[in-house]
């Protein structure tokens, strides 16, 4: 069994990049209604069981999310890369939106400038892909049951069901909250939507403000710091703010991890990224 999505021509020149706070929020909600399912955020689960008892509607919201489906009116397409919260509950029924809205307040805007650097590395990371080896690359490593055939994206073990999305395209849709599975509007209206988990989940809830001690004393604690903070890319205003330390600062410790090959630089757009190598992997363990 699997969902079959037909992309060519336009449509495929229309496959773009976005992630949504109302999608994150939702799931996240779910996410408390089945912990065992999510098992890589229970170290959140466990900061906001107690802060979503207090949230008046969320009961009515976690029963709209019982079952593996889930309301699409809850789940807009975001129309630009970094939609606004807002902006993207004017989509979604009023009754709802509200209680998404306090949701988001206190459960998730807590930790979303550490959720959008998940999102923005991964989307980074697929767009450095995109530009070396082209949409088929991009698709191929999207999620283990994401596959692209003779034209069509599969998604396995779903129902059979067909998705024509050659005159609308697709927006990939990074996701820290639906780990660990991929989704996908199986009746899209105008874009389709296929939501996936993003690279970095892993570390998401570490802290990464407490470096190795033994790393530390090798090479000193900002730098180990930074390598910490590097599981995922980052750039340095980003790095800055979460050392609390000059930017300039940052790129001094950068070079020199740059010229023990610990750390590599790329250039996406205006935005300069850093991240940590594999020798700086074998190194943290």
Do not use: N
């Amino acid at each position: 069994m699997a969902v079959w999505v037909r992309l060519a021509g336009v449509g495929l020149a229309r496959v773009r990049f976005a992630y949504s706070p109302v999608f994150e929020t939702v799931m996240a909600v779910d996410g408390l209604r089945t912990p065992g399912a999510h098992a890589v955020h229970l170290p959140w689960v466990r900061w906001a069981g107690e802060r979503a008892a207090g949230i008046p509607g969320v009961d009515v919201l976690l029963t709209r999310l019982e079952g593996p489906a889930k309301p699409a009116e809850l789940m807009p397409v975001p129309d630009v890369r970094m939609p606004d919260l807002e902006t993207e509950l004017r989509a979604v029924p009023a009754a709802e939106a509200e209680v998404i809205r306090r949701c988001h307040e206190v459960l998730v805007a807590p930790h979303w400038k550490r959720i959008t650097a998940v999102l923005e590395a991964d989307i980074a990371a697929r767009a450095a892909t995109l530009a070396d080896k082209g949409v088929e690359a991009v698709f191929k490593d999207l999620h283990p049951e994401v596959t692209w055939t003779d034209g069509e994206l599969v998604l396995h073990r779903k129902p059979e069901h067909r998705v024509d999305l050659a005159e609308h395209g697709l927006v990939l849709c990074p996701s820290v909250f639906c780990w660990p599975k991929a989704w996908i509007a199986i009746d899209p209206v105008g874009q389709g939507v296929l939501r996936y988990p993003a690279r970095g989940i892993g570390a998401l809830w570490e802290d990464r403000t407490a470096p190795h001690d033994d790393l530390a004393a090798l090479i000193g604690r900002t730098r180990a710091r930074l390598l910490t903070l590097l599981e995922a890319p980052r750039g340095t205003a980003d790095l800055a703010a979460a050392l609390d330390v000059t930017a300039g600062a940052v790129s001094q410790h950068i070079a020199v991890l740059r010229a023990a090959r610990l750390v590599t630089t790329r250039r996406e757009g205006r935005h300069v990224l850093h991240m940590r190598t594999t020798r700086a992997d074998r190194l943290l363990e």
